[in-house]
């Protein structure tokens, strides 16, 4: 099966609160972040669908990841977010599809 990535997940997207140190990794929610290998995972506060249009969902915010650890790993960014996208779909499809505009 071949998972289709949207464009904010590709590996030149720059999310807005993403600082020079560290990479967005994905939208997630309390489940999913706890669900998260990386040690310097963090939080931040806006959403932004495929297109990078910022969206709003209760209880979902971007995830951020150090560069460093990233580096370290044995995975590429892209990697890590289809294998995230995998492992996680059962569990969150429902809030997956509950994207709304505020």
């Known amino acids: 099966m071949s998972i289709q990535t949207p464009h904010i997940y590709k590996e030149g997207y720059v999310h807005p609160e ?3 140190h560290e990479r ?3 939208n997630t929610n309390d489940v999913g972040f706890h669900r998260l290998p990386w040690q310097s995972k963090r939080r931040g506060q806006r959403t932004f669908d495929g297109k990078g249009r910022e969206f709003f969902v209760d209880n979902w ?8 650890e990233l580096q370290e790993s044995s995975i590429s960014l892209l ?10 779909d059962s569990f969150m ?5 509950a994207f709304q505009k505020k």
């Open 24 to 26: 967005f990794f994905t």
């Open 18 to 20: 993403e600082t020079e």
């Open 79 to 88: 990697d890590a977010r289809r294998a995230f996208v995998s492992m996680t």
């Open 93 to 97: 499809k429902p809030g997956v599809h």
């Open 61 to 68: 915010f971007p995830v951020f990841i150090s560069r460093d």
